[in-house]
């Protein structure tokens, strides 16, 4: 089927007008913090599309992808942090998130739930409970079988870690709380590793060993940042889907990778969107990147696109789907009054499901940063 040739200008343009600035500045900003005698490591699945926008702009530097995700990383760690951390503290260390239940914890620490469903029921622990009951008593229980399944995952993990890790590494990802760089800097602690992770991301809320290009801090950039953050994390997508563990291969410890959650049309919408930026960035490879744009006025365009945004760029973004603990959702999920909280919760655009909801003019990011102090985890 033929694209329509004024959709594909739009999320060109938006790409190249919005966008472009963004990744242009943030790879200049990670060219002025990093240290030649450091590796310089790019996460998947995000850094794949930085990378290639730092490679466009700066082709002499070595990089290399380091491919986890939160669900590879905490079930290959997770084992070895239990033997100096409780099961309540590993969950405290790893980011609950927003309505994440029990089952869905289960997926993400790599554990089969099914196993253990009937254990849970025996203790009135359901799969549907919010992981903020407690679940050492569970744990207490069923500790060995527990560890053993735990560490079924660790061995091949452990493996392509020591395979990739350098004596100094700097990772990139989008951020948010880096998560992932914690749990690796603590599996790190754990087993008396010298290997150091230091991370540079467009943003975080917890900056030690780490720096963000927006915001480093828990502050309002931060909270308008968070209000749309889904729409940063998409049009960075690959083709591929999320890590989901290892496999040896020829010798070598390899990924695998999930089925990509996205269908064939947001796949057309996220490389158009990346055309933009990567002809944006080609574009000022020609001034031998000597122009600046001021980190100031792309925060401002964000949070006027995003933050506030007009009807019309809801309709075009709205459908484009993201994966987390297993499920696909919508950027913006449906309205239903039967689901409105739970799909206001699951949607990574906020300001945009109310302003989808109300289709009124008010200060949609200002209520949802309201709604967010109200509510940890919004």
């Given amino acids: 089927m033929k694209e329509n040739k ?18 242009y500045e943030f790879c200049k900003w990670i060219k002025e913090n990093f240290k030649k005698d450091t590796q310089l490591l790019f996460v998947s699945r995000e850094g794949c599309f930085i990378k290639k926008c730092f490679n466009l702009m700066y082709a002499d530097i070595k990089t290399k992808m380091l491919f986890v995700s939160r669900k590879s990383i905490l079930s290959g760690v997770a084992s070895e942090l239990l033997k100096t951390h409780s099961f309540s503290d ?3 260390k790893i980011s609950i998130k927003r309505n994440e239940t029990v089952k869905d914890f289960f997926y993400r620490i790599g554990l089969n739930f099914d196993k253990y469903k009937n254990n849970l029921i025996e203790l009135n622990i359901n799969e549907d409970d919010l992981v903020n009951v407690s679940l050492d008593t569970f744990y207490n229980k069923y500790k060995q079988n527990i560890i053993n399944d735990l560490k079924a995952n660790s061995h091949l993990f452990s493996s392509y870690l020591e395979n990739i890790l350098k004596k100094q590494n700097l990772i990139i990802d989008i951020g948010w709380k880096g998560t992932m760089q914690n749990l690796l800097m603590l599996y790190l602690q754990n087993i008396k590793s ?66 990509s959650e996205f269908t064939e049309n947001s796949l057309k919408i996220i490389k158009n ?29 964000l949070n006027k696109f995003a933050g506030n945004p007009k009807m019309k760029d809801i309709r075009q973004f709205e459908k484009l ?28 655009w906020k300001t945009a499901f109310l302003k989808k909801m109300l289709r009124i003019k008010l200060p949609y990011d200002k209520i949802v940063i309201f709604l967010r102090k109200k509510k940890d985890h919004l």
């Fill in 90 to 92: 590993l969950i405290n």
């Fill in 273 to 301: 969107l990346q055309k933009g930026i990567l002809d944006f960035i080609k574009e000022m490879n020609l001034s031998n990147n000597l122009i600046e744009f001021k980190k100031e006025t792309i925060i401002e365009n």
């Fill in 6 to 23: 004024e959709k594909v200008e739009y999320y060109y343009n938006i790409g190249f007008e919005l966008f472009g600035p963004l990744f």
């Fill in 194 to 259: 010298t290997k150091e992770i230091h991370g540079l991301y467009f943003g975080v809320t917890d900056s030690k060993n780490k720096k963000g290009y927006l915001f480093s801090e828990n502050n309002y950039t931060c909270q308008n940042v968070l209000n749309y953050s889904g729409i940063l994390e998409i049009i960075m997508m690959p083709d591929y889907g999320s890590v989901i563990g290892y496999k040896e291969k020829d010798n070598e410890i390899e990924p695998v990778f999930d089925e």
């Fill in 321 to 348: 789907e993201f994966y987390e603990n297993g499920q696909t959702y919508q950027l913006v999920e449906p309205l239903n009054l039967r689901k409105l909280k739970t799909n206001f919760l699951n949607s990574k």
